[in-house]
């Protein structure tokens, strides 16, 4: 049985106009409450009702946040509320809901005579528009740069940055005729270039009122937000100022976001580079930057058995989910376009349902992402641009087959799966194995803030892919320029389970796809409560420990024989005993060795290995390649 305020369903009234409802509050000697507006009729959770236990008038987040609003000084006086007001809450909290809130109460004092949305995508605008129509506010998602003002039946409108940046003179005249609220929903996206930066606060520096809105109030880059502040720390660098801030692990406790659990898969992938060399990496050992980077390109690759596997164990994972939530759905967010039809064709052979598929943000995108959300496909395949703002709460299961790493991206695509309906209900999310993303995964609840000064003495979060974010906003076509290039080309890979992550802690052991030890984790049922995960996820690493150890009893029975499961280990990498520093530092000292028994120089005899072993130099060489110049020349020196 799920709480909702029973005047939801209720046909919400007209704003009343501001003079009857002072003449309300004034007869009745008190002061206006916050309750006492239209925008109580909208759900705490827009677009769908909220989790069991919090739809109430407000959740207690918004409540504070509308409390602490209104307590701050501004331009109008004390207590009256400040120009700027930035409110950083985690996604699927309800940052409409509180928007509107606000906007109502603004309307209602009188403060405000006109609403301004500027939204990134012109998806969102629409879903703002629906939304504002649900508590009387009519905004229009239509208004161009060739009208002067809205229509008068309108009480404001709802752009794009991009809108904006085109001619942020028409936007200036509509916050100068009349006074005029303008919400900035996902502000970080006003620093992506500096024409767009400048063109906000050339057209909304004049603004009565300005509510900044932000799921991740940071960025991978030094651009200053516009309209945010910021103030230096103990160490000078200047960080962003939010006013209102509800994170993940509140949002968690109060039931009002999923837990996500984080399957990883790594495997064993073999690509050749632009030189000709052929080179193999296990995903997930420790490698190189390069290294890992072509591996991680490798299991993305649609060709390859790599992603494959993971989209079959997405499939199976999502059909165990909805067998407790029928219309749950999954997402797989691709890099480029061509990778997303490949990914839907592979879907469509798995399931025998053609995939849902949304290339970009165009018009058509828009209908399908709304199809999708209201129906019960199994599948949306999409490329990396939906990842952000795009509220599709059915979706339940998600693969991450992208190759952006920046905290910013990965924080708003994590936020596509955690919006709650229900008690119970869990997010898994598929994972490559690779070192940044497993940062990130163990990093859900940290709170940033956007520094517009490096830390080099601190968590060089910068490092991981500053460039990911930026090209998330254009059409991607470095994979296709790699593989004109020739720098570039993937030629094998082969997927395993690798472990489960969740609230930063680790279940589970490596596993072959399609067998008993893997499918302990892909079978988890569908609802579950959060303080139950943690025992569960432990009762089943014991179980598969179970199975492991059964499966290993059978082989050595059946010594010799490919039914015993040799094919099955022969995907799995060999225990890694020593770190790739100390493989580098044992073949030195075999090279050392060889060559004051040969008389040979050390480098010749490096040269030699890698033409008898095939690699690059040293420094560059994966595990497996050092392994093997190492195996070689035990063999040739003598004891």
């Known amino acids: 049985m799920y709480e909702e305020d029973s005047r939801a369903s209720a046909a919400p009234p007209e704003l009343a106009s501001p003079s009857e409802t002072d003449a309300q509050h004034a007869a009745a000697g008190a002061e206006p409450h916050l309750g006492s507006f239209a925008a109580e009729h909208l759900s705490p959770t827009y677009p769908q009702r909220a989790p069991w236990g919090t739809a109430q008038r407000l959740r207690a987040w918004q409540a504070e946040a509308l409390d602490q609003y209104f307590a701050m000084d501004g331009p109008d006086g004390v207590g009256k509320g400040p120009r700027d007001f930035l409110a950083a809450a985690t996604p699927g909290a309800g940052k409409t809901t509180f928007a509107l809130r606000l906007a109502t109460e603004l309307l209602r004092r009188r403060v405000i005579d006109r609403i301004v949305v500027v939204a990134p995508t012109e998806h969102l605008k629409t879903q703002w528009a629906d939304a504002a129509a649900r508590v009387s506010i009519r905004l229009d998602p239509s208004f161009t740069n060739r009208h002067s003002a809205p229509a008068r039946h309108y009480h404001g409108v709802a752009v794009t940055y991009a809108q904006v940046a085109v001619k942020a003179s028409v936007h200036e005249r509509l916050i100068l005729d009349a006074r005029t609220l303008v919400i900035l929903d996902e502000v970080h996206h006003g620093g992506d270039a500096l024409s767009w930066g400048d063109a906000l606060r050339e057209a909304y520096r004049r603004a009565t009122r300005r509510l900044l809105l932000s799921g991740t109030p940071f960025r991978s880059d030094t651009a200053p937000i516009p309209f ?375 480098g010749l005899v490096h040269a030699e290995l890698r033409r008898l072993c095939g690699g690059p130099a040293v420094g560059q060489a994966t595990v497996a390649q050092l392994q093997a110049r190492i195996e070689l020349l035990r063999r040739r020196v003598r004891s």
């Open 228 to 602: 945010v502040e910021y103030h230096p720390d103990e160490k000078g660098i200047r960080l962003s100022r939010t006013d209102y801030a509800y994170g993940y692990r509140r949002a968690l406790e109060d039931g009002v976001v999923r837990p996500v659990m984080f399957l990883v898969y790594a495997g064993k992938m073999r690509w050749r580079t632009k030189t000709g060399d052929e080179m193999e990496a296990h995903l997930g050992q420790d490698n190189t930057k390069d290294i890992t980077s072509q591996a991680w390109r490798t299991a993305l690759n649609p060709e390859g058995e790599w992603i494959s596997a993971v989209l079959r164990s997405a499939d199976h994972r999502l059909t165990e989910v909805r067998q407790q939530v029928p219309d749950a759905g999954g997402l797989v967010i691709a890099t480029d376009q061509v990778a997303a039809r490949a990914y839907a064709a592979i879907l469509h052979d798995i399931t025998g349902e053609l995939p849902t598929i949304v290339l970009s943000d165009e018009a058509e995108a828009s209908s399908r992402i709304d199809a999708y959300s209201s129906g019960t496909s199994r599948w949306m395949v999409a490329v990396r641009m939906v990842s952000e703002g795009v509220d599709v709460p059915r979706l339940a299961v998600g693969v991450y087959a992208t190759s952006a790493s920046t905290p910013l991206f990965f924080a708003q695509a994590i936020g596509r799966f955690v919006r709650a309906r229900r008690r119970g209900e869990t997010a898994s999310v598929f994972l490559p194995n690779v070192p940044q993303l497993l940062a990130l995964a163990n990093e859900m609840e940290r709170e940033r803030d956007h520094a517009l000064d490096r830390d080099s003495e601190g968590d060089d979060e910068w490092a991981l892919d500053d460039d990911a974010m930026d090209a998330a906003e254009r059409e991607d076509k470095a994979s296709d320029a790699l593989l004109q290039d020739g720098e570039f080309h993937a030629l094998h890979s082969l997927a395993h389970f690798d472990r489960v992550l969740f609230d930063g802690k680790e279940f589970g052991q490596l596993a072959v796809p399609g067998t008993p030890e893997e499918e302990e984790f892909l079978g988890l049922p569908g609802l579950l409560e959060p303080e139950h995960v943690h025992d569960l996820l432990m009762q089943r690493q014991s179980r598969q420990s179970r199975h492991r150890t059964a499966r290993e009893a059978r082989e050595a029975s059946n010594a010799g024989g490919i039914e015993g499961g040799t094919l099955e280990d022969s995907t799995l990498p060999e225990p890694l005993h020593r770190t790739l520093k100390e493989q580098r530092q044992l073949l030195n000292s075999l090279v050392g060795l060889y060559a004051r028994q040969s008389g040979e120089a050390h």
